[in-house]
């Protein structure tokens, strides 16, 4: 199975990595449905969802999907049924200098993320152990670790590892013109 076949895709990366950004685009480009995780988990009021495995169980068994690795209850269900697991194992200082623009762009903005669920206000960063910022920081080390348990629970699982915008450009670019050559009827190639 390659990237380019695949069509139950997960995405991993520390939180401000662009996992979901990613997720969506390779939904876009292939046409396999995106479902974003964070939508599945928080309810208004960042309520955790009571049905969430029981959510993520029916995405899992879905013939196509793209959706984020993410969710201690979701990473296990969601890597044993994916085909590839695509990881951007980007570096703390690109991982921070996103997370930190993404936050206060969304605060100053109002931008809705999940069920009416905003950004806590910037100040809370000094107070809030949980932070967005904070939290990426945080767990940044431990994608690594969660690459090898969903590798571990799908030995058929294949992993596509991206280390900079550069290599997130080129597995898209290469999405596109293989997703372009499968539209393409037969006997025909796009130019």
Not at 85 to 105: E, G, K
Not at 106 to 118: F, P, S
């Amino acid at each position: 199975m390659t990237p380019y076949d695949a069509r139950r895709i997960l995405v991993a990366g520390t939180s401000g990595s662009g996992k979901t950004t990613l997720a969506a685009r390779i939904a876009a480009v292939t046409g396999i449905p995106h479902t974003e995780i964070d939508g599945l988990f928080h309810h208004a009021g960042w309520t955790p969802n009571p049905r969430f495995v029981e959510e993520v169980r029916g995405l899992a068994a879905r013939d196509e999907w793209v959706t984020e690795l993410q969710y201690a209850a979701a990473r296990p269900v969601l890597s044993a049924r994916a085909q590839v697991l695509i990881w951007l194992d980007l570096p703390r200082l690109v991982v921070l200098r996103r997370v930190v623009t993404r936050t206060v762009v969304r605060r100053l903005r109002g931008i809705e993320l999940w069920n009416g669920n905003r950004e806590a206000p910037l100040r809370t960063f000094f107070t809030d152990p949980d932070h967005i910022v904070r939290w990426a920081m945080r767990t940044h080390g431990r994608q690594k670790q969660q690459v090898r348990e969903a590798l571990a629970a799908n030995t058929d699982l294949r992993l596509v590892r991206l280390r900079s915008r550069r290599d997130t450009a080129r597995l898209l670019s290469l999405l596109t013109l293989h997703a372009t050559v499968r539209a393409a009827p037969e006997g025909e190639t796009s130019t």
